[in-house]
Every structure is written in structure tokens, then in C-alpha cells.
């Protein structure tokens, strides 16, 4: 197996951060993230609350009220512990666009491979490729790689010392580095541009 490296692209301006290197919790955020999961919690509670109001049980509703604040109080603080918010917004054109250019590329992707399976020479040249992504390591970097393996031809499947993401791909011949790239711009887009 062939194993290439690709060069660095440049990297972006520097995200501001506060102090000691921690991203703040921006209260637009807190609050989203606090109302879709107080949402959840009364899906989960069912119509059975409703009854309990229109029963005239108000005691029951407020003490169940008070249990979901409470749970949502604790997952939107768990939530920012294990997801911290990152800078930029998410663009909904952007995102269409990106998921457009997926469902595309996967049908693209998945008749070349299913072609290449088939063909009795296996035209393949499988190996890995080092692709030096500009998002920096953490949840932006994972969610890309995961997105990525699931294209067909392409497996994410590390990362090297330096940062890169390591995919294993059936056919090196094709421009896969140059995929990626697109990949990778078009993702960036749908947070406005800004890297965590």
C-alpha cells in the first residue's frame, strides 16, 4: 500500500478566546440549547401532564414542572461541559449546500465504487493519504472526519502526529486530496466561515 502526504494549507486568523483560553458560553446558546431540552423533556413527560392540568392537579404539575426545570438545568450545564459552544453561526444556505453536495458525491462515489467492484481487473490502487485539515482538532475535526468516511472509497481512520487526518482509499489515482478540500470549504461555510 502507497501512503502520500499532502501539504499544509494555510491556516486561519485566531479564534478570540477569554481568559486562561476558554471559549465563554454565549447566552444566545445557553438559551437554545436550555429550551430544546426543556422541549424534550416535556415530550418524554407526555400528554399525561396535560391531564393533571386540566384535573385541576396543580400541585402535581408544578412539582412535575419543577423536576424538568431542574433536569434541564443540569443537561444544558452538562451540555456546555462536553459540547462548548464555538464561534460563527450555522448557515442554513451553507449546510443545503453541503448536504446537496453529499447526497451527490455519495451516489457518485457509491456507483464508481460498486463499478469498480464488478470490473474483473479491480482497477484499485488502495492506500493511505494524509489530508493536513485546517479545522482544528476537536469536535469540528471529528464531525468532518466522520462525514467524510461516509463517502464511498474514503475511511477515515486516524490521525498523525501532526494533526492530519489519515484516510484509507481504494484508488490513490484519484483526486481524493482535492475532494476533501471541497469538503472541507464547504463545511467551514456553514459556521460562517469561522474555525473553532
Known sequence: MTRRHMPSPPQGPETAEGPEGVHRPQVRVVLLRGAGLFGFWLLLAGPG????????????????????????????WVSLRLLPPSP??????ALLKFIGHFLWQSVVAGVDVARRAFDPRLPLKPGFLTYPVAIPAGTGQAAFGAI?????GTLSVGTDPDGGLIYHCLDLDQPVAASLARDEALMVRTRGGIRE
Do not use: Q
Not at 396535560?50 to 438545568?73: I, Q
Not at 460563527?88 to 444556505?93: A, D, S
Open 148 to 152: 467524510t468516511s461516509l463517502m464511498p
Open 88 to 93: 460563527g453561526r450555522l448557515h442554513i444556505g
Open 49 to 76: 401532564m396535560l391531564d393533571g392540568f386540566l384535573a385541576g392537579a396543580w400541585v402535581a404539575l408544578l412539582g412535575d414542572l419543577l423536576v424538568g426545570l431542574l433536569a434541564t438545568l443540569v443537561a444544558t
